[in-house]
């Protein structure tokens, strides 16, 4: 599975995805928590 994962074409964009998403996710986290903080 992790050899399909590192070496297909479809294993590759698969793994952009779920870097993409938790990258998204420690962003929007990110900025709620400030935003949550820094409020007026």
Known sequence: ???DLFSTDY???SLAVI???LLMGA??????????????
């Open 27 to 40: 962003f929007f986290l990110r900025m709620f928590l400030y935003k949550m903080n820094h409020n007026e």
């Open 11 to 13: 294993g590759l964009m």
């Open 1 to 3: 599975m992790l050899i």
């Open 19 to 21: 870097v993409v998403m």
